[in-house]
C-alpha cells in the first residue's frame, strides 16, 4: 500500500525539522547564530490520468486529472539572515555588526573564515584574535603600552599610548559582504567558509554604501525567537503523529483485506 510509503517519508521530514528546530534552540545563546528554516518539497506524482486527455470521439476532454502523490522530502535548511539583538557586555574589544557583514578570519589551515561573533581578545603579542586565538584580519596589533582603546563604527582602531595627549590610529577592520550569504558553508566554532552559491567576499569599510556598521562594547545575540521555536516543535510533534497514525490505519486496512474469507 502506497500510503505506507507516504506516511514514512513524511516521518523522515519531520524528524529533519525537529532536528533544525532543536539546533536553533541550542544556540540560543551563542553569539551571532542565525536560525535556520527547514523548507519541504513534495515528491514525484503518479499520473492515473492526465489532465487535458480526450475521452471521446468529438474530442472531449478531462477538465482535472487523477494524480497521486508519492510524499515529501526536506530540499534545505536555509539560514533567516535578520539582525539579531545587540547586547552591552562593557568590553571594550568586543564588537557587534549593525547590518549586513562579516569579520574575516586567518584560520590555522590558510583559509578564510567570517564570522559575526565579534568577542575578541589580545593574545600574547598584542594581536586582536578571536576567543580561539584566530587573528582577526587585517592583523591588528595593540601595543601593551595601549589604554583607551577606541573602534568606531567605521572600523577605525585607535588607542592612547604611553602618555600621548593624542589617540594613535592602530588600523582598520573591515567587514566582508557576499551577494548570497546564505550559501555559505558553516563549519561549527561560529565561522563561515566562502562557496560558490555564496560568491566571493568583498571587504568593505563598516558604515559605507549601505554596508553594516560597528558597535564598540556590544556584541550580537542568535536571532531565535524561543516562542516560534516552541511552536514549530509543536508543529513537527502533531505532524509527526499524523504520519504515524496515517501508517497504523494501512497496516490495519491491509490486516482486514488479508483476514478475507
Known sequence: MQALYIASTGMAAQEHNVEVISNNIANMRTTGYKKQRAEFQDL????????????????????????????????????VMS???????EKDLDLAIRGNGYFAIDMPDGRTGYTRDGSFER?????????????????????????????????????????????????????ARFVNPGGLQALGDNLFTETDASGSAQLVNPGSDGNGDLLQGYL?????????????????????????????????ML????NLR
Do not use: C, K
Not at 83 to 89: C, K, N
Not at 128 to 157: C, E, F, K, M, R
Not at 230 to 248: H, V
Open 44 to 79: 514525484l506524482y503518479q499520473q492515473l490520468r492526465r489532465a487535458g486527455a480526450t475521452t471521446s470521439d468529438n474530442g472531449t476532454m478531462v477538465p482535472v486529472g487523477l494524480e497521486i502523490g508519492s510524499g515529501v522530502r526536506i530540499a534545505a535548511t536555509s539560514r
Open 83 to 89: 539582525q539579531g539583538s545587540v547586547s552591552p557586555t
Open 123 to 175: 593574545d600574547g603579542t598584542g594581536q586582536l584574535v578571536t576567543v580561539d586565538g584566530y587573528t582577526v584580519q587585517p592583523g591588528i596589533v595593540i601595543p601593551s603600552t595601549a589604554h583607551d582603546i577606541s573602534i568606531n563604527s567605521t572600523g577605525v582602531v585607535e588607542a592612547f599610548l604611553n602618555n600621548d595627549s593624542t589617540p594613535t590610529e592602530l588600523g582598520q577592520i573591515q567587514i
Open 220 to 252: 550580537e545575540l542568535a536571532n531565535v525567537n524561543p516562542v516560534t521555536e516552541i511552536s514549530d516543535l509543536i508543529s513537527a510533534q502533531r505532524a509527526y503523529e499524523m504520519n504515524a497514525r496515517i501508517i497504523s490505519g494501512a497496516d490495519e
Open 255 to 258: 490486516s482486514a483485506t488479508a
